[in-house]
């Protein structure tokens, strides 16, 4: 799946390739659970290389409801503090993280706060309503400075929408 989203109203677009559905979600200000404790990203003293990067790993988590529906959460992150140009690319997540404040940035460690590029992460939430623990897995693929089409922000003409 592929998240479009929107850093100054919160809103984003779900896309989903395989079925060629999207889903909506307008305004995911303020989903935070209240009373929720962060740890801070904590350093695990291991790295590990992913990508050609020499990365560090962190970790972070809150044994409570993180965002709504959720029981506890768990973030790994793989962080490679020589990735090429990231005192560059930092502004970008510090701008970012200030304007967004959906359900999964809301209370959330910052990633402009980690000392280098997060290359992996690996989210772990448990949802209870479910009975089941869900594991997400990102790796960044590439990183570069240049110009963008708006039309790869649109959802596609043979999409249908899902509610």
Do not use: C, H
């Amino acid at each position: 799946m592929s998240v479009i989203e929107d850093g100054n109203t919160g809103d984003s677009v779900t896309l989903m390739p395989e079925q060629k559905t999207y889903t909506k979600n307008v305004n995911r200000r303020n989903t935070k659970a209240a009373g929720v404790a962060l740890s801070e990203p904590l350093d695990t003293g291991k790295s590990e290389k992913v990508g050609g990067y020499d990365a560090e790993i962190y970790t972070w988590s809150t044994p409570r409801q993180y965002w709504i529906g959720t029981n506890g959460t768990t973030e790994v992150l793989w962080v490679a503090k020589n990735f090429p140009d990231y005192d560059k690319i930092k502004p970008y997540f510090t701008q970012y993280e200030q304007a967004n404040e959906s359900a999964m940035g809301n209370g959330r460690p910052k990633a402009s706060s980690l000392p280098g590029m997060v290359v992996k992460l690996e989210m772990t939430t448990r949802t209870p309503q479910f009975k089941f623990t869900q594991t997400f897995t990102t790796k960044l693929l590439s990183a570069k400075e240049e110009p963008v089409d708006p039309a790869i922000f649109e959802v596609p003409n043979d999409y249908t929408e899902s509610k």
